[in-house]
T-cell receptor, first 111, second 114 residues
Framework: GDSVTQMEGPVTLSEEAFLTINCTYTATGYPSLFWYVQYPGEGLQLLLKATKADDKGSNKGFEATYRKETTSFHLEKGSVQVSDSAVYFCALSNQDDKIIFGKGTRLHILP | KAGVTQTPRYLIKTRGQQVTLSCSPISGHRSVSWYQQTPGQGLQFLFEYFSETQRNKGNFPGRFSGRQFSNSRSEMNVSTLELGDSALYLC?????????????FGPGTRLLVL
């Protein structure tokens, strides 16, 4: 079945460091890909998405490119802030419209 | 526009009891999905409702059930609670639930089973 694998956390970085959170997927067909973020005590919020190969989703300085050849959707940010501390979830949605989430990566940014 | 609301926000129950959680989607959204979030299993899809019909179902036992009303509000019920049902239950809504659509999540209901 469809699945999403993302890097284990926690990831701890200093402010202004470069961030990469890896995400790979297994799916039939051409899924849509998402990154969601969950701040402490809150529900999930969509961070960015891409619906077809080579699309780049971007928001709040975060970017991810849909790479069909490597079945990846890695999340990147050039300079992280303390306020980016949260749990990040990679997800896919396929023809059956269910969303499959990765296990989440907790990110800690130190001032 | 008001976001997705879930009630109650926190709940404590004992084993064997049943519980009903409520979700009000964003106005105009007709698809409501439910997820269970636990530290060990992450986010797992429970089911999705669209126009009062269950359209998708995850791999959960029959103790987990739900329904959707004509105003798109949804309820989720868990009967004969077990300790392992302790989790954050998240509800998400979208316009029609198509794969490429953004889902909007509520803050969740945190259930503790003692």
């Amino acid at each position: 079945g469809d699945s999403v694998t993302q890097m284990e956390g926690p990831v701890t970085l200093s402010e202004e460091a470069f961030l990469t959170i890896n995400c790979t997927y297994t799916a039939t067909g051409y899924p849509s890909l998402f990154w969601y973020v969950q701040y402490p005590g809150e529900g999930l919020q969509l961070l960015l998405k891409a619906t077809k190969a080579d699309d780049k989703g971007s928001n709040k300085g975060f970017e991810a490119t849909y790479r069909k050849e490597t079945t990846s959707f890695h999340l990147e940010k050039g300079s992280v802030q303390v306020s980016d501390s949260a749990v990040y979830f990679c997800a896919l949605s396929n023809q059956d419209d269910k969303i499959i989430f990765g296990k989440g990566t907790r990110l800690h940014i130190l001032p | 526009k008001a976001g997705v609301t879930q009630t109650p926000r926190y709940l404590i129950k004992t084993r064997g009891q049943q519980v009903t959680l409520s979700c009000s989607p964003i106005s105009g959204h007709r698809s409501v999905s439910w997820y269970q979030q636990t530290p060990g299993q992450g986010l797992q899809f429970l089911f999705e409702y669209f126009s009062e019909t269950q359209r998708n179902k995850g791999n959960f036992p029959g103790r987990f059930s739900g329904r959707q009303f004509s105003n798109s509000r949804s309820e989720m019920n868990v009967s004969t609670l077990e300790l392992g049902d302790s989790a954050l239950y998240l509800c998400a809504s979208s316009l029609v639930g198509a794969g490429e659509e953004t889902q909007y999540f509520g803050p969740g209901t945190r259930l503790l089973v003692l």
